[in-house]
Nanobody, 125 residues
Framework: QVQLVESGGGLVQAGDSLRLSCAAS????????MGWFRQAPGKEREFVAT????????YYTDSVKGRFTISRDNAKNTVYLQMNTLKPEDTAVYYC??????????????????WGQGTQVTVSS
């Protein structure tokens, strides 16, 4: 089975940047579409971003477009989420995921085959 380990979360001020990393093991990384979800306190877990196997297609939820960038390095079995101009509304636990398939239209929790343990991102006002 696939194991996913996130890192890079922390406490920052509004307007700052963070780069999250997700290291994958136990599978053939280059065969998988990857993504990120997040869950804020009191809210449901929601989709953030996804990237296809060859990095030639990405898809984002509207609230992060223009601020967040997903990328991957198949040689390192790692996916990244660069988060710029962070807002307090971005505060959440961020989860790296393996997706059953890539989509640029809609990504649901049922699209996920493996979840990471999550990393906390806190953005202060």
């Amino acid at each position: 089975q696939v194991q996913l380990v996130e890192s890079g979360g922390g406490l920052v001020q509004a307007g700052d940047s963070l780069r999250l990393s997700c290291a994958a093991s136990g599978g053939t990384f280059s065969n998988y579409a990857m993504g990120w979800f997040r869950q804020a306190p009191g809210k449901e877990r929601e989709f953030v971003a996804t990237i296809n196997r060859s990095s030639d297609s990405t898809y984002y939820t509207d609230s992060v477009k223009g601020r967040f960038t997903i990328s991957r390095d198949n040689a390192k079995n790692t996916v990244y989420l660069q988060m710029n101009t962070l807002k307090p509304e971005d505060t959440a636990v961020y989860y790296c995921v393996v997706l059953k398939y890539y989509s640029h239209y809609v990504v649901l929790r049922t699209s996920v085959s493996y979840w990471g343990q999550g990393t906390q991102v806190t953005v202060s006002s």
